[in-house]
T-cell receptor, first 114, second 112 residues
Framework: DAGVIQSPRHEVTEMGQEVTLRCKPI?????LFWYRQTMMRGLELLIY????????DSGMPEDRFSAKMPNASFSTLKIQPSEPRDSAVYFC????????????FGQGTRLTVV | GQQLNQSPQSMFIQEGEDVSMNCTSS?????WLWYKQDPGEGPVLLIA?????ELTSNGRLTAQFGITRKDSFLNISASIPSDVGIYFC????????????FGEGTQLTVNP
């Protein structure tokens, strides 16, 4: 299996622009997570889906952030409009829903908003 | 929300030394996971623990699930330079489905 695949690996954009991050989870996994990592706040869970349905989006910082999972093999995280404080590394992870689960991470998207 | 207290925050050791780090919580966890993150990469799963008291090894790594289910430790024996990175503990609560709670990480530096 290729693992969790994220794109792009790096994104540099100007403040105010729309940014879309993409994730393909491991085939067969039915839970998908979006995390944000910064030096100041560490790894923060933004939102997670189970069977393509958002279960908990309490970590989404503001209305500028939105996430979708139209099918079991694809998810997007969108920031519109982007701001410099959104600069961070965004990770997608997937797992099997259940009692004992192991989450596997993608390589992340490093976002820089200038 | 739930919190995991991971310590130490950072460690500077000489190659060949053993390393120990741990995580504690006031909550009871079903699962404890240990991840390692290399610079520019995503966290990679090292060890998964599912039962209280469980002791699991993966090469030079050994981890244990605390009897109270509120803590876990990770030991690395005979460290080598490629052990450098950030180590995270993560716990899964009984009531949280697949959601994991992460510790703040331990930054490990190994001097050759």
């Amino acid at each position: 299996d290729a693992g969790v695949i994220q794109s792009p690996r790096h994104e540099v954009t100007e403040m105010g622009q729309e940014v879309t991050l993409r994730c393909k989870p491991i085939s067969g996994h039915n839970s998908l997570f979006w995390y944000r990592q910064t030096m100041m706040r560490g790894l923060e869970l933004l939102i997670y889906f189970n069977n393509n349905v958002p279960i908990d989006d309490s970590g989404m910082p503001e209305d500028r952030f939105s996430a979708k999972m139209p099918n079991a093999s694809f998810s997007t995280l969108k920031i519109q409009p982007s701001e410099p404080r959104d600069s961070a590394v965004y990770f997608c992870a997937s797992s099997l829903w259940g009692k004992n689960t192991e989450a596997f991470f993608g390589q992340g998207t490093r976002l820089t908003v200038v | 929300g739930q919190q995991l207290n991971q310590s130490p925050q950072s460690m500077f050791i000489q190659e060949g030394e053993d390393v120990s780090m741990n995580c504690t919580s006031s909550s009871i966890f079903n699962t404890w996971l240990w991840y390692k993150q290399d610079p520019g990469e995503g966290p990679v799963l090292l060890i998964a623990l599912y039962k209280a008291g469980e002791l699991t090894s993966n090469g030079r790594l050994t981890a244990q699930f605390g009897i109270t289910r509120k803590d876990s430790f990770l030991n690395i024996s005979a460290s080598i330079p490629s052990d450098v990175g950030i180590y995270f503990c993560a716990g899964q609560l009984k009531t949280s489905g697949s959601r994991l709670t992460f510790g703040e990480g331990t930054q490990l530096t190994v001097n050759p």
